[in-house]
Protein backbone atom coordinates (compact mmCIF):
# COMPACT_ATOMS: atom_id res chain seq x y z
CA UNK A 1 0.00 0.00 0.00
CA UNK A 2 1.15 3.60 -0.63
CA UNK A 3 0.47 7.26 0.97
CA UNK A 4 3.16 6.56 3.03
CA UNK A 5 -0.24 5.95 5.29
CA UNK A 6 1.23 4.27 8.96
CA UNK A 7 -0.85 6.32 10.33
CA UNK A 8 -3.38 6.57 13.30
CA UNK A 9 -5.53 8.76 11.10
CA UNK A 10 -5.98 5.93 8.35
CA UNK A 11 -6.57 3.20 11.21
CA UNK A 12 -9.67 5.13 11.58
CA UNK A 13 -10.56 5.84 8.11
CA UNK A 14 -11.56 2.89 8.29
CA UNK A 15 -13.23 2.59 4.57
CA UNK A 16 -10.44 4.88 2.97
CA UNK A 17 -8.19 2.10 4.25
CA UNK A 18 -10.86 -0.32 1.70
CA UNK A 19 -10.25 2.71 -0.81
CA UNK A 20 -6.75 2.52 -1.10
CA UNK A 21 -6.63 -1.08 -0.60
CA UNK A 22 -8.79 -1.36 -3.91
CA UNK A 23 -7.34 1.80 -5.60
CA UNK A 24 -3.88 2.11 -5.18
CA UNK A 25 -3.33 -1.84 -5.94
CA UNK A 26 -3.49 -5.61 -4.90
CA UNK A 27 -2.39 -8.47 -6.18
CA UNK A 28 -6.50 -9.47 -5.97
CA UNK A 29 -8.81 -6.75 -5.16
CA UNK A 30 -11.42 -9.65 -4.80
CA UNK A 31 -9.61 -11.34 -1.93
CA UNK A 32 -8.58 -7.92 -0.84
CA UNK A 33 -11.55 -5.91 -0.28
CA UNK A 34 -13.13 -9.14 1.22
CA UNK A 35 -10.09 -9.74 3.93
CA UNK A 36 -9.74 -5.77 4.21
CA UNK A 37 -11.05 -6.00 7.91
CA UNK A 38 -9.18 -8.79 9.37
CA UNK A 39 -5.80 -6.41 8.09
CA UNK A 40 -7.86 -3.25 10.06
CA UNK A 41 -8.04 -5.57 13.05
CA UNK A 42 -4.32 -6.76 13.36
CA UNK A 43 -3.52 -2.50 12.21
CA UNK A 44 -5.66 -1.47 15.18
CA UNK A 45 -4.06 -4.15 17.22
CA UNK A 46 -0.79 -3.21 16.47
CA UNK A 47 -1.32 0.27 18.34
CA UNK A 48 -3.54 -1.10 20.90
CA UNK A 49 -3.70 -4.55 23.00
CA UNK A 50 -7.49 -4.84 22.60
CA UNK A 51 -9.54 -7.29 24.76
CA UNK A 52 -12.20 -9.82 23.76
CA UNK A 53 -15.36 -7.78 23.94
CA UNK A 54 -13.49 -4.76 21.90
CA UNK A 55 -12.25 -7.25 19.49
CA UNK A 56 -15.83 -8.63 18.59
CA UNK A 57 -17.16 -5.13 18.52
CA UNK A 58 -14.82 -3.73 16.03
CA UNK A 59 -15.10 -7.08 13.91
CA UNK A 60 -19.22 -6.37 14.03
CA UNK A 61 -18.50 -2.63 13.41
CA UNK A 62 -16.58 -2.99 10.23
CA UNK A 63 -18.44 -6.10 8.51
CA UNK A 64 -22.10 -3.69 8.96
CA UNK A 65 -19.40 -0.97 7.42
CA UNK A 66 -18.12 -3.26 4.63
CA UNK A 67 -21.69 -4.31 3.71
CA UNK A 68 -23.03 -0.56 3.33
CA UNK A 69 -19.86 0.05 1.55
CA UNK A 70 -19.90 -2.95 -1.26
CA UNK A 71 -23.67 -1.97 -1.69
CA UNK A 72 -23.48 1.64 -2.16
CA UNK A 73 -20.30 2.76 -2.94
CA UNK A 74 -18.73 0.42 -5.06
CA UNK A 75 -21.56 1.01 -7.77
CA UNK A 76 -19.91 5.03 -7.59
CA UNK A 77 -16.80 3.73 -8.05
CA UNK A 78 -17.63 1.41 -11.08
CA UNK A 79 -19.49 4.68 -12.69
CA UNK A 80 -15.98 6.56 -12.26
CA UNK A 81 -14.20 3.59 -13.41
CA UNK A 82 -16.23 3.47 -16.56
CA UNK A 83 -16.21 7.29 -17.42
CA UNK A 84 -12.57 6.95 -16.86
CA UNK A 85 -12.50 4.31 -19.75
CA UNK A 86 -14.07 6.51 -22.31
CA UNK A 87 -12.38 9.75 -21.69
CA UNK A 88 -8.69 8.04 -22.36
CA UNK A 89 -9.95 6.14 -25.09
CA UNK A 90 -10.15 9.02 -27.82
CA UNK A 91 -6.33 10.20 -26.78
CA UNK A 92 -4.57 11.90 -23.94
CA UNK A 93 -6.73 13.84 -21.67
CA UNK A 94 -6.43 17.37 -21.09
CA UNK A 95 -5.39 19.17 -17.55
CA UNK A 96 -9.39 19.68 -16.89
CA UNK A 97 -10.32 16.06 -17.88
CA UNK A 98 -7.69 15.31 -15.70
CA UNK A 99 -9.01 17.45 -12.56
CA UNK A 100 -12.33 16.22 -12.86
CA UNK A 101 -11.02 12.54 -12.44
CA UNK A 102 -9.23 13.39 -9.35
CA UNK A 103 -12.43 15.50 -7.79
CA UNK A 104 -14.28 12.36 -8.83
CA UNK A 105 -12.11 10.31 -6.41
CA UNK A 106 -12.04 12.48 -3.70
CA UNK A 107 -15.63 12.82 -3.79
CA UNK A 108 -15.64 9.27 -2.57
CA UNK A 109 -13.95 10.47 0.76
CA UNK A 110 -16.65 12.00 2.87
CA UNK A 111 -19.73 9.44 3.11
CA UNK A 112 -16.62 6.77 3.73
CA UNK A 113 -15.60 9.66 6.69
CA UNK A 114 -18.54 9.34 8.15
CA UNK A 115 -19.65 6.68 8.23
CA UNK A 116 -16.06 5.69 9.66
CA UNK A 117 -16.55 7.62 12.77
CA UNK A 118 -19.16 5.78 14.70
CA UNK A 119 -16.37 2.58 14.19
CA UNK A 120 -13.76 4.93 16.14
CA UNK A 121 -15.76 6.27 18.29
CA UNK A 122 -17.09 2.54 19.71
CA UNK A 123 -13.63 1.64 19.95
CA UNK A 124 -11.60 4.87 21.15
CA UNK A 125 -14.38 5.22 23.93
CA UNK A 126 -13.56 1.61 25.15
CA UNK A 127 -10.22 2.25 25.53
CA UNK A 128 -8.97 2.50 29.04
CA UNK A 129 -6.17 4.18 31.17
CA UNK A 130 -3.42 1.74 30.42
CA UNK A 131 -4.55 1.08 26.78
CA UNK A 132 -4.25 5.39 26.23
CA UNK A 133 -1.03 5.02 27.44
CA UNK A 134 -0.41 2.25 25.30
CA UNK A 135 -1.29 3.99 22.23
CA UNK A 136 0.56 7.15 23.12
CA UNK A 137 3.82 5.39 23.19
CA UNK A 138 3.36 3.65 20.19
CA UNK A 139 1.95 6.61 18.24
CA UNK A 140 5.38 8.66 19.57
CA UNK A 141 7.69 5.67 18.02
CA UNK A 142 5.65 5.61 15.09
CA UNK A 143 6.27 8.99 14.69
CA UNK A 144 10.34 8.89 15.44
CA UNK A 145 10.12 5.95 12.75
CA UNK A 146 8.85 7.88 10.29
CA UNK A 147 10.98 10.86 10.71
CA UNK A 148 13.77 8.74 10.58
CA UNK A 149 12.51 6.82 7.09
CA UNK A 150 11.20 9.78 5.45
CA UNK A 151 13.75 12.91 6.30
CA UNK A 152 17.30 11.83 4.54
CA UNK A 153 20.44 13.06 5.27
CA UNK A 154 19.98 15.98 2.81
CA UNK A 155 17.46 17.77 1.13
CA UNK A 156 18.07 16.43 -2.00
CA UNK A 157 18.11 12.73 -0.64
CA UNK A 158 14.96 13.60 0.76
CA UNK A 159 13.63 14.89 -2.84
CA UNK A 160 14.55 11.73 -4.48
CA UNK A 161 13.03 9.31 -1.91
CA UNK A 162 10.27 11.22 -2.49
CA UNK A 163 10.68 10.75 -5.73
CA UNK A 164 10.79 6.92 -5.75
CA UNK A 165 7.51 7.17 -3.75
CA UNK A 166 5.67 9.27 -6.16
CA UNK A 167 6.83 6.67 -9.19
CA UNK A 168 5.79 3.96 -7.65
CA UNK A 169 2.12 5.31 -6.92
CA UNK A 170 1.58 6.39 -10.58
CA UNK A 171 3.02 3.31 -11.50
CA UNK A 172 -0.02 1.29 -10.59
CA UNK A 173 -2.33 3.48 -12.74
CA UNK A 174 0.34 4.38 -15.52
CA UNK A 175 2.90 1.63 -16.05
CA UNK A 176 6.51 1.25 -15.36
CA UNK A 177 8.11 4.80 -16.09
CA UNK A 178 10.68 5.53 -18.87
CA UNK A 179 13.38 7.73 -18.76
CA UNK A 180 11.54 10.99 -19.63
CA UNK A 181 8.79 10.00 -17.10
CA UNK A 182 11.21 9.56 -14.71
CA UNK A 183 13.07 12.59 -14.76
CA UNK A 184 9.55 14.30 -14.79
CA UNK A 185 8.76 12.33 -11.56
CA UNK A 186 12.13 13.63 -10.06
CA UNK A 187 11.63 17.21 -11.10
CA UNK A 188 8.39 17.28 -9.57
CA UNK A 189 9.52 16.13 -6.38
CA UNK A 190 12.29 18.76 -6.34
CA UNK A 191 10.09 21.36 -6.30
CA UNK A 192 8.05 19.88 -3.79
CA UNK A 193 11.02 20.98 -0.86
CA UNK A 194 9.84 20.64 2.35
CA UNK A 195 6.73 19.07 1.96
CA UNK A 196 8.04 16.26 3.74
CA UNK A 197 8.65 17.80 6.69
CA UNK A 198 5.10 19.64 7.31
CA UNK A 199 3.43 16.04 6.20
CA UNK A 200 5.14 14.98 9.58
CA UNK A 201 4.51 17.71 11.22
CA UNK A 202 0.64 17.81 10.51
CA UNK A 203 0.97 14.22 11.22
CA UNK A 204 2.26 15.30 14.90
CA UNK A 205 -0.26 17.96 15.58
CA UNK A 206 -3.25 15.35 14.29
CA UNK A 207 -2.10 12.77 17.10
CA UNK A 208 -1.82 15.24 19.73
CA UNK A 209 -5.29 16.53 18.74
CA UNK A 210 -6.36 12.82 19.42
CA UNK A 211 -5.13 12.39 22.58
CA UNK A 212 -6.25 15.24 23.32
CA UNK A 213 -9.57 14.33 22.91
CA UNK A 214 -9.27 10.89 24.57
CA UNK A 215 -8.72 12.56 27.95
CA UNK A 216 -12.53 13.25 27.61
CA UNK A 217 -13.28 10.20 26.22
CA UNK A 218 -16.20 8.81 29.08
CA UNK A 219 -17.05 12.88 28.08
CA UNK A 220 -20.77 13.12 26.34
CA UNK A 221 -18.39 15.63 23.68
CA UNK A 222 -16.13 13.01 22.63
CA UNK A 223 -18.04 11.88 20.01
CA UNK A 224 -18.49 15.21 18.36
CA UNK A 225 -15.09 16.01 19.28
CA UNK A 226 -13.68 12.48 17.33
CA UNK A 227 -16.12 13.39 14.43
CA UNK A 228 -14.14 16.66 13.86
CA UNK A 229 -11.01 15.08 13.63
CA UNK A 230 -12.12 12.81 11.11
CA UNK A 231 -14.35 14.84 9.40
CA UNK A 232 -11.73 17.76 9.53
CA UNK A 233 -8.41 16.12 8.96
CA UNK A 234 -6.30 18.99 7.23
CA UNK A 235 -7.50 21.83 9.41
CA UNK A 236 -6.78 19.98 12.31
CA UNK A 237 -3.61 19.33 11.03
CA UNK A 238 -2.21 22.85 10.71
CA UNK A 239 -2.45 25.77 7.89
CA UNK A 240 0.96 24.86 6.14
CA UNK A 241 -0.55 21.04 5.92
CA UNK A 242 -3.75 22.52 4.59
CA UNK A 243 -1.98 24.83 2.03
CA UNK A 244 0.00 22.32 0.74
CA UNK A 245 -2.38 19.71 -0.10
CA UNK A 246 -4.34 22.51 -1.96
CA UNK A 247 -1.43 22.86 -3.77
CA UNK A 248 -0.56 19.44 -4.30
CA UNK A 249 -3.54 18.38 -5.97
CA UNK A 250 -2.82 21.30 -8.03
CA UNK A 251 0.47 19.75 -8.87
CA UNK A 252 -0.83 16.16 -8.92
CA UNK A 253 -2.93 17.46 -12.21
CA UNK A 254 0.03 18.57 -13.84
CA UNK A 255 2.20 15.69 -13.48
CA UNK A 256 -0.46 13.21 -13.98
CA UNK A 257 -0.38 15.21 -17.43
CA UNK A 258 2.94 15.46 -18.09
CA UNK A 259 3.58 11.91 -17.47
CA UNK A 260 0.51 10.91 -20.07
CA UNK A 261 1.70 13.21 -22.67
CA UNK A 262 5.50 11.59 -22.68
CA UNK A 263 4.65 8.37 -23.21
CA UNK A 264 0.74 8.67 -24.40
CA UNK A 265 0.15 5.17 -25.84
CA UNK A 266 1.78 2.71 -23.66
CA UNK A 267 0.72 5.18 -20.82
CA UNK A 268 -2.77 5.64 -21.74
CA UNK A 269 -3.18 1.35 -22.86
CA UNK A 270 -2.15 0.85 -19.29
CA UNK A 271 -4.29 3.35 -17.55
CA UNK A 272 -7.06 1.64 -19.71
CA UNK A 273 -6.79 -1.66 -18.94
CA UNK A 274 -6.16 -1.25 -14.93
CA UNK A 275 -9.38 1.01 -15.08
CA UNK A 276 -10.76 -2.14 -17.04
CA UNK A 277 -9.28 -4.78 -14.63
CA UNK A 278 -10.47 -3.02 -11.22
CA UNK A 279 -13.81 -2.52 -13.23
CA UNK A 280 -14.25 -6.21 -13.68
CA UNK A 281 -13.18 -7.14 -9.76
CA UNK A 282 -15.73 -4.52 -8.82
CA UNK A 283 -18.52 -6.55 -10.79
CA UNK A 284 -17.81 -9.59 -9.34
CA UNK A 285 -17.43 -8.47 -5.68
CA UNK A 286 -20.81 -9.49 -3.65
CA UNK A 287 -22.17 -8.17 -0.33
CA UNK A 288 -22.29 -11.64 1.34
CA UNK A 289 -20.83 -11.60 4.58
CA UNK A 290 -17.09 -12.53 4.47
Known amino acids: MSFENRNLCNILN ?30 VEDYVSLTTDQKQQLNSDIEQLRQWHCSTELPRYQAWLEQLQSDVSDGP ?10 QQLFSFFPSLLERATPVAVNLLS ?22 QEFLADS ?30 VRQWSANRSGQTEIW ?15 EK ?22 DAYKAMMAE ?3 AMTSLMHDLIIADDSATLAHLQ ?13 TCSPA
Open 126 to 147: SLNNKQVEELTENMAQSQQEME
Open 93 to 102: PDQTTIKHHQ
Open 248 to 250: SRV
Open 273 to 285: NRAAELNSDFEVL
Open 155 to 184: PEATAEARAERTAERVERWLGELNREQRDI
Open 200 to 214: LQGRRNWQQALLTAL
Open 14 to 43: LPVLLLLITLAGCSSTKLAYRYADWGVVWW
Open 217 to 238: RNEPTFEAELEYLILNSESVRG
